[in-house]
């Protein structure tokens, strides 16, 4: 098995807690009014999907016999 004789230097993992970088980002473009429109319309259109889908499929999530509901195929009619 090699040993390594020399000492790793690990100072500068500890240092890099307290660097601080001297380049500012730029500063972030302010969204126009007809973003914020457009951004509003897709997320209001995504909730109500969700409210639409949610509403229209509770009724087959529900368990239990309704007594009162029974279908019939028109193969069974006598005729």
Same mark, same amino acid.
Do not use: K, W, Y
């Given at each position: 098995?090699?040993?390594?004789?020399?000492?790793?230097?690990?100072?500068?993992?500890?240092?890099?807690?307290?660097?601080?970088?001297?380049?500012?980002?730029?500063?972030?473009?302010?969204?126009?009014?007809? @973003?914020?429109?457009?951004?509003?319309?897709?997320?209001?259109?995504?909730?109500?999907?969700?409210?639409?889908?949610?509403?229209?499929?509770?009724?087959?999530? @529900?368990?239990?016999?309704?007594?009162?509901?029974? @279908? @019939?195929?028109?193969?069974?009619?006598?005729?």
């Amino acid at each position: 098995m090699l040993r390594r004789r020399e000492a790793v230097p690990f100072a500068f993992v500890a240092e890099s807690d307290r660097f601080r970088s001297n380049v500012t980002p730029p500063p972030r473009e302010r969204l126009t009014p007809s @973003q914020i429109l457009g951004r509003t319309l897709i997320g209001l259109t995504v909730v109500a999907g969700l409210v639409g889908s949610l509403l229209f499929g509770m009724p087959s999530l @529900q368990s239990g016999d309704a007594s009162g509901h029974r @279908q @019939q195929s028109e193969a069974s009619d006598t005729r």
